[in-house]
């Protein structure tokens, strides 16, 4: 790994499709990583338009996906059971500490997930 990866949560994703330029500076020349969770949850939404699924699958091919593995879901089932995430969160965070690669996210729910290496965006605003 060249330290240029990082795991992208799917707001972060969502937040891009809506055109935040603070998140493209803040990703700009790093390597992208999905759990495939993340994936599932994006194409997954209802009521998508086929222009909404076009624009988050452009977005897909820009990135790594990262498949489960059994260290991920070792992981994930200590993590689930020490802070009570969400299977999606907890899948998530898992990946991230086993690839050993910070995690991009708003979801204030991670901070509390002391293993992992934490990158906050909110707002527009780099809060690492």
């Known amino acids: 790994m060249s330290g240029k990866e990082i795991l992208v949560d799917t707001n972060i994703i969502l ?3 809506d ?3 603070t998140l493209e500076q803040i990703l700009q020349g790093k390597n992208l990583y999905l759990s495939f969770i993340t994936e599932l949850e994006l194409l ?4 998508i338009s ?3 699924e076009s624009q ?3 977005v897909l091919n820009d990135c790594s996906i990262l498949s489960i593995n059994k260290l991920i879901k070792e992981k994930y089932v200590e993590i689930r059971r020490k802070y009570h995430l969400k299977l ?3 899948l998530i965070a898992a990946t991230a500490i086993v ?3 910070p995690l991009i996210t ?3 729910q991670f901070k509390t997930v002391k293993e992992l290496n934490l990158i906050s965006y909110q707002h527009g605003i780099n809060l690492t």
């Open 15 to 17: 937040y891009l499709l």
């Open 44 to 47: 997954g939404f209802k009521n």
């Open 99 to 101: 690839y050993n690669m």
């Open 56 to 58: 988050i699958v452009e």
């Open 88 to 90: 999606p969160d907890a």
């Open 50 to 52: 086929s222009k909404e």
């Open 106 to 108: 708003a979801d204030k």
């Open 19 to 21: 055109g935040s330029d």
